[in-house]
T-cell receptor
Framework: KAGVTQTPRYLIKTRGQQVTLSCSPI?????VSWYQQTPGQGLQFLFE???????NKGNFPGRFSGRQFSNSRSEMNVSTLELGDSALYLC???????????????FGPGTRLLVL | AQSVTQPDIHITVSEGASLELRCNYS??????LFWYVQSPGQGLQLLLK????DTLVQGIKGFEAEFKRSQSSFNLRKPSVHWSDAAEYFC???????????WGAGTKLIIKP
């Protein structure tokens, strides 16, 4: 079974631009979560989608948004990029969501975003 | 509030020596507990998990962890480390109420030759 894939793997943008990151979960997984990882803040939860619905959201500004499609693929978008948005963005998939019914999240390799 | 503490930011161990990485959690009920490993520039790989039952859990790459409810701990151990174990290790708690993982800050493992 193919793992979680994320595209692109690397991205360079300038301040003020917007960016869209993509995540394809493991086949059959309906839950997709997004995390931001930075050296200073560690791993921070962005949001989680299940069957095209956002079920939970972390403490990030509205510039961060996401969506999930009917095939469970997910995208996250960051508008009006700031220097502090430079990070590794990780996507994780599971059957029904972390913490629910003994679920395990499986992570993709991440998209490394550099904002100049 | 739910939280995970990994008290050691860095740990240096000689190759062939034993390893123990500490993880303490705060959670109102029996938690779901995980250890993940991240190699430089890579995503997170699941090492092992605890849901219930036997408190000693075996994982991949020769790792094991023990859930101790009385100490709110889930420490990761390996009897003999290899240079390839150099990475960052994250402990996490699965929060059943809101479908997210709560993460520790990570412990960076450095292997001395």
């Amino acid at each position: 079974k193919a793992g979680v894939t994320q595209t692109p793997r690397y991205l360079i943008k300038t301040r003020g631009q917007q960016v869209t990151l993509s995540c394809s979960p493991i086949s059959g997984h309906r839950s997709v979560s997004w995390y931001q990882q930075t050296p200073g803040q560690g791993l921070q939860f962005l949001f989680e989608y299940f069957s095209e619905t956002q079920r939970n959201k972390g403490n990030f500004p509205g510039r961060f948004s996401g969506r999930q499609f009917s095939n469970s693929r997910s995208e996250m978008n960051v508008s009006t990029l700031e220097l502090g948005d430079s990070a590794l963005y990780l996507c994780a998939s599971s059957l029904a969501g972390a913490g629910a019914r003994r679920e395990t999240q499986y992570f993709g390799p991440g998209t490394r975003l550099l904002v100049l | 509030a739910q939280s995970v503490t990994q008290p050691d930011i860095h740990i240096t161990v000689s190759e062939g020596a034993s390893l123990e990485l500490r993880c303490n959690y705060s959670y109102g009920a029996t938690p779901y507990l995980f250890w993940y490993v991240q190699s430089p520039g890579q995503g997170l790989q699941l090492l092992l998990k605890y849901f219930s039952g036997d408190t000693l859990v075996q994982g991949i790459k020769g790792f094991e962890a023990e859930f101790k409810r009385s100490q709110s701990s889930f420490n990761l151990r390996k009897p003999s480390v290899h240079w390839s174990d150099a990475a960052e290790y994250f402990c996490a708690v699965g929060a059943r109420s809101n479908y997210q993982l709560i993460w520790g800050a990570g412990t960076k493992l450095i292997i001395k030759p």
